[in-house]
């Protein structure tokens, strides 16, 4: 009894240590403002020392560092700054893809993408 008690322990932490999505790697990704048009992004998320790094680049654009970044379950959230503003993404993860939705003070829309790495 004690075995079978003691498997069922490790099979359930086993479930929830791999319920969580991972989004560390490089996304390919497209925004879309609320004011139409589309904008190429690349996400790129790693693990630093057991927390979430990485930076967003928009085409043509500088690198951004990523803030404040958590996952949840399938959702993954972080800041950026632009043009000294803040800006939240929150994005679902699910199968090698993400999509969500961005916002600040400047503007906002939609993010999808598809992991590359």
């Known amino acids: 009894m004690k075995t079978l008690l003691s498997f069922l322990a490790i099979l359930l932490f086993s479930a929830v240590l791999f319920a969580a999505e991972n ?53 993954f959230t972080f800041k950026i700054q632009i043009n000294g503003e803040p800006y939240t993404i929150d994005v679902k993860l699910a199968g090698g893809k993400l999509s969500g939705k961005y916002r600040g003070s400047e503007a906002s829309g939609t993010l999808e993408g598809t992991r590359k790495t």
């Open 23 to 75: 989004p560390t790697g490089t996304w390919d990704c497209t925004a879309t403002p609320s004011n139409g048009g589309t904008i190429k992004v690349s996400l790129v998320v790693k693990n630093a020392d057991g927390k979430l790094a990485g930076s967003v680049q928009v085409e043509g654009g500088e690198e951004l560092p990523i803030s404040e970044a958590k996952v949840d379950g399938a959702s």
